[in-house]
């Protein structure tokens, strides 16, 4: 089965798809009279509460992906690669890495990191010259004897 690739027919109307999603996910709720005692229990206060007709949902990319209509992951990145609108898929990624990113200053941020890195982020220090380097390069050092021969021995120095 070949992976599915959807059309779309402005980057409007992608927009448009992509905010829905985000506005799916955020849940709906309304709210309800609420009555609460005081604190000596006799007389009752109304206050408004909110109560949620549908919970908030984390966003995920897999999650965007079955929104625009794609059937595959491999579908959406090759979109976000290649696709007429990819710019507009890569923004959508980032306020989906937003959120992931948000959750690290939390006290348990393990889940945020390892999503964070299925989604090609890197601990690796891009400072290091290690990593700027190609994977098999080999470097040559050579040794210049400039200067005065090293002592043999303390008794060889002379002051």
Known sequence: MKNKMPTFASATKLTTFIDDYFSWIAGSYHWEEAQAKTAKGSTTETSKQKVWDREPEPPTLTGLALHLGF???????????EGRFADILKRARLRIEAEYEKKLHFQSS????????SMGWT?????????????NFLLKVEILKTGPSTASSEQAVHL
């Open 110 to 117: 393990t889940g945020a990191i390892f999503a964070l890195k």
């Open 123 to 135: 601990d690796k220090d891009p400072s290091k010259i290690e990593d700027l380097l190609p994977e």
């Open 71 to 81: 059937n595959s992951k491999e579908a959406f990145e090759e979109y976000e690669r």
